[in-house]
């Protein structure tokens, strides 16, 4: 039972560089979550998914891309990285049960550093 | 908008000294709210999650409790692997999003 699988963990970028940060989920959840975590400053929502096809602006959406061709994939993509990106990005998946938003599941983790 | 405040930011204990982290909540009515342990290098991990005032659920040496504007998370003679931070976060009744605070990182010493 993997729950949520990102990779990689740790990377290095160059300003200006892209890439793409990988996100599956095995539990058939139909929410899917990008979130950034900067030192002291909690999570901050990058942008979500309701389902396949479906995606959506969070809090902090600026320099970055998603899609989401099925339910168990949600790639965050960087486009010419910048020093502020620098953070640590969690992917997590959930169900709504009785209208609770249930099952938050998070992943461990990427480490990027943007030099 | 929503609003999640947890206190103190940092809060250093004794192993077997007793004490209390703080969320205070701002929400367009409460659908549930929700604690999560997060270690170092680690993604965030659900604990509890309350849905009413005057709830309250216990695991191990940790127990929540819920009032309408804040929830506490009572730790009972800590021991060193309770080191860690603990995140808070909450559901409004119209919506599914989840808004989480800032955390409070929980250090115990032998």
């Known amino acids: 039972n993997a729950g949520v699988t990102q990779t990689p963990k740790f990377r290095i970028l160059k300003i200006g560089q892209s890439m793409t940060l990988q996100c599956t989920q095995d539990?058939?959840?139909?929410?899917m979550y990008w979130y950034r975590q900067d030192p002291g400053m909690g999570l901050k929502l990058i942008y979500y998914s309701v389902g396949a096809g479906i995606t959506d602006k969070g809090e902090v959406p600026n320099g970055y891309n998603v899609s989401r061709s099925t339910t168990e994939d949600f790639p965050l993509r960087l486009e010419l990285a910048a020093p502020s990106q620098t953070s640590v990005y969690f992917c997590a998946s959930s169900s709504l049960k009785n209208q609770v938003n249930y099952g938050y599941t998070f992943g461990s983790g990427t480490r990027l550093t943007v030099v | 908008e929503d609003q999640v405040t947890q206190s103190p930011e940092a809060l250093r204990l004794q192993e077997g000294e007793s004490s209390s982290l703080n969320c205070s909540y701002t929400?367009?009515?409460?659908?549930?709210l929700f604690w999560y342990r997060q270690d170092p290098g680690k993604g965030p991990e659900f604990l509890f999650t309350l849905y009413s005032a005057g709830e309250e659920k216990e695991k191990e040496r940790l127990k929540a409790t819920l009032t309408k504007k804040e929830s506490f998370l009572h730790i009972t003679a800590p021991k060193p692997e309770d080191s860690a931070t603990y995140l808070c976060?909450?559901?409004?009744?119209?919506?599914?999003?989840?808004?989480f605070g800032g955390g409070t990182r929980l250090m115990v010493k032998p």
């Open positions: 976060a909450v559901q409004p009744r119209e919506g599914y999003m989840l808004t």
């Open positions: 929400v367009s009515g409460l659908r549930g």
């Open positions: 539990m058939n959840h139909n929410y």
